[in-house]
């Protein structure tokens, strides 16, 4: 891996230096636009309105328009010289409970690699992470764009979580929602049974990219002068459940088979998963989830 930022972890009084690297690669298809009749590429030119020249990359700048109509053209140097993307400082601004991080706050993933001769501080503020539950909120400057971030340990590493910023995320404002339906015991009881029935442990290699491999097995069968996939039709439209105890049974009927067939078609006399326990009657009061703002740094 290639590191992308390099600079100190700031802890208090005792600087830590890292590397960032990127925790993440994207697996996706590439593809190229081009003329459906002959094969032909599809390509762009960056041409200027003012004098009709293609420009190279190099030549382009970015530019901000007023509400007046004045404009202000911003050059790499002049992003360069910004006090915040010259201070290469990942400060820790508060320690916060783990549970407190909202997930839809969460953006990239970085890893952080100690870059000192001794990585006895990296290896103290980790070890401190893990004992204390906590996560470190921190603020830095990345790909000329200030990130506030989320700190943590993820298998002895450092890992940097950026995050958006509270105001960047949408108010969820649906009719269908303003007014609750009524949930009857029964149906909840049978609903937290199919839940059981589905409980495991996560393990995130089970799971594979159906598309992604189906796309490239349809590539490879076009390559070779093979037979591409059959269109299947969908069904049309959504129908509402009528019956949700009925469905709800059915779902824990067939999970349960699944499980059997799973096995060698020996019953354990259990539809959950191992070492759990049977579904008990659902706490119909959910508990709110505890809030903190994250603090922004001037």
Not at 53 to 76: C, M, N, P
Not at 100 to 129: G, N, W
Not at 282 to 291: M, V
């Amino acid at each position: 891996m290639r590191s992308i930022w390099k600079g100190s972890l700031a802890f208090g009084l005792v600087n830590v230096p890292v590397k960032v690297y990127s925790a993440t690669e994207d697996h996706d298809v590439s593809f190229h636009q081009v003329h459906a009749e002959d094969g032909g590429r599809i390509r762009y030119q960056r041409r200027c309105e003012v004098c009709g020249e293609v420009v190279t990359y190099d030549q382009i700048a970015k530019a901000y328009d007023s509400e007046d109509g004045q404009r202000v053209i911003l050059t790499d140097d002049d992003f360069k010289a910004l006090p915040a993307q010259a201070k290469h400082e990942i400060e820790v601004l508060q320690f916060v409970p783990n549970e407190q991080i909202d997930p839809i706050l969460l953006d990239k993933s970085y890893y952080l690699e100690p870059d000192s001769r001794s990585p006895k501080a990296y290896a103290l503020l980790r070890r401190t992470l893990e004992e204390t539950d906590r996560t470190a909120i921190v603020h830095f400057a990345l790909r000329n764009k200030t990130r506030l971030a989320a700190l943590r340990v993820r298998d002895d590493v450092l890992v940097v979580q950026t995050m958006i910023w509270p105001d960047e995320v949408r108010a969820a404002e649906f009719a269908a929602l303003d007014e609750q339906p009524e949930i009857s015991d029964k149906e909840l009881a049978m609903s937290a049974s199919l839940v059981e029935s589905m409980a495991e442990d996560f393990d995130a290699g089970a799971f594979t990219d159906d598309y992604t491999a189906q796309l490239k097995q349809l590539i490879d069968d076009k390559l070779t002068g093979g037979e591409s996939f059959t269109a299947v039709e969908e069904e049309t439209g959504t129908t509402d459940v009528v019956d949700l105890v009925a469905a709800l049974r059915k779902s824990v009927e067939e999970r349960k088979k699944a499980r059997e067939k799973a096995s060698g078609g020996s019953s354990s006399g259990s539809s959950g998963s191992s070492g759990s326990k049977p579904a008990a009657k659902a706490d119909t009061k959910a508990k709110a989830p505890a809030k903190k703002t994250a603090k922004k740094a001037s």
